[in-house]
């Protein structure tokens, strides 16, 4: 035997397995079911394979029955229909030029399942060679798909490969009805199971006359493990308790539950039995699931060790996860579940003994009298006009937006970013008013001021001549000036927008305790408030209290949100922007500072004196869509007492200090 014959005779044993499985068939009527497929398939139009029968290995010692290896689906197909006309399966010749040996190939199969087959050559005998001479003869097609390193392969369909060197593979296409007369199949090379004979196959091919057209869906498994939390395996038990009778169920009733809530059938029976478990020995139905314990246990972190480390050591989240021992993203889910927090702490003024017991008396001076001594409630502030000063920048020196994907960044340019063209505005508030229905009829906006000056162009420039009428910002602010402007400026705008019904009360306007300010009693200011009947006085709030002014507390931050909105390059534009911005913020939002300002002055009275508290939110934009946002917030009555207390204690002591006996206010208790 030379060493082609024997290796094309160790290609044979593969086929072994399918003639010994044909020879132990021993019935007649699996070898007439075998012919009348054969018959059927020479007859078909849509499918003409050459199948020859060949009879000389049938019969033989009658054996035992083997099981299919698809017994477990629903529908056989016969061994025939599955090897020949399955589009998933397919039969072809190795190469023997390339001297490749057969190998397993997998295919996928309807239902989700997996067959193995073999790529032999059923045909070949002993000494024989196979060659495609012609490829449109041997069932050769070009359209089959290649692999990832551009090598032939045969795919889905095909009826032809090439091998990993990229030479042609004759295949056997059952589907070819150009096949050559020397390709054949013998049904003993096949084998078939006669305990499955009369079994109607789910697709077959040769009983199809819509053999085109169909598709092999694989299907869900329907098998798959179904985890139900435990109220719905407790509505499931219930479901199933109303159907029972003595304790007992029948059969159709446990598949309606089970079709009802989508769970298979096995697992509404396991929860019956142990729901009635439970009621058979007397304790409490539980049906819990048993895998609320299982995975991966979690890690508990000891986040009290944070107090212990410095701020500045635990600014970013991988700060956060080197000093815990933790990774970044177990910190990041503790932020998400609430375990630690971000903080922002923004330095505050330094405040003395004396700046504490000067708020703290501020703040109980701005209870109204007239809810003294059990409803107390803060004074609605009608009356007051708060004034400052604040700078504005034409541009910010960051700006965050938002792009698409590919876009590029836009470059911004400045001289130098250190001295960005900026301007000091004078701004009045009050707090607007509202009539019944809601509607405002005074919205307390008195004026946006800034300080510049109007002079000649000396020379000419390439962006005016000279004696054009330029404005340019004052450099310095002196009393002097914030005298002029209060006389020539503040207090005519006043005249001309206040509320005629309230010209002869009082009215206050509050400052801070800058060095360019004027006293309260400024003779010239004076003179000048007592005009036309008005009573207007100046007022200066605590030291070192930002907080206790509506205009440091959130209506400058505000309108420079939305003057940055605009694009300004000169000083004109600038200015007219902060206008704008000025008479375009809402009013009902500016109403909304004032009980701000309510809320920190409360805050200062539970802490007497002291500006160490979180600014607390009244969710006052939901009360307003409520229509309960209140005109005046309320103070609790103890808290007034006991800064009553600490305040005549305070001062007793400051007095005892002016005289030489020192104690620190700080360690006084109330």
Known sequence: MTKEEGRVGRRRKFVTPWKKAAQEVGDGGAEDRVERLAAAASSSTALSPRVTLDGSNVGGKKGKKRKSPCVAMPFFR???????????IRIRSPSI??????????????QGREQRTMDIDLNLEPGDTYAATDPGEAGFDHSAATDAQGNGEAGFDHSAATDAQGNGEAGFDPFDSNADDDVLVTLEEIGVDPGQENVQPQFDPFFDSDVDDAILVPQENTHKNVVLDNDKRRAIFDAMLVKARKGYLKGHESKEVSAKFSVPIRTVQRIWKKGKSCLDQGISVDVASGRSRCGRKKK?????????????????????????????????????????????????????????????????????????PHNLVFKPLFDFIFIDEKWFNITRKTVRYYAAPTASRRIRTIQNKNFIPKIMILTALARPRFDSNGNCIFDGKIGCFPFVTYTAAKRSSVNRPAGTIEMKPIESITKEVIRSFMIEKVLPAVRAKWPREDAGKPIYIQQDNARPHIAPDDRMF??????DGFNIKLVCQPANSPDLNVLDLGFFNSIQSIQYKSASTTTEELVAAIDRAFEDYPVRLSNRIFLSLHACMREVIEVLGDNSYDLPHIKKGVLERQGRLPLQLRCDAKSVNNANNYLRLAISIYKKQQLGWQQPLYKLCV
């Open 78 to 88: 016969t061994p025939l229909s599955r090897m020949l006309l399955s589009p998933s």
């Open 97 to 110: 030029q390339q001297r490749t040996s057969p190998s397993a190939t997998t295919h996928g199969i309807c």
């Open 300 to 372: 508990v972190v000891d986040v009290s060790c944070l107090e212990d480390i410095s701020i500045l050591s635990r600014t970013t989240i991988q700060d956060v996860a080197t000093q815990l021992g933790v990774s970044t993203s177990k910190v990041y889910r503790m932020k998400k579940e609430g375990a630690i927090k971000r903080v922002s702490s923004s330095l505050d003024p330094y405040l003395t003994d004396q700046n504490k017991i000067d708020r703290l008396k501020w703040c109980i001076e701005m209870l109204d009298p007239r809810s003294v």
């Open 526 to 531: 004076c003179e000048a408030a007592k005009q």
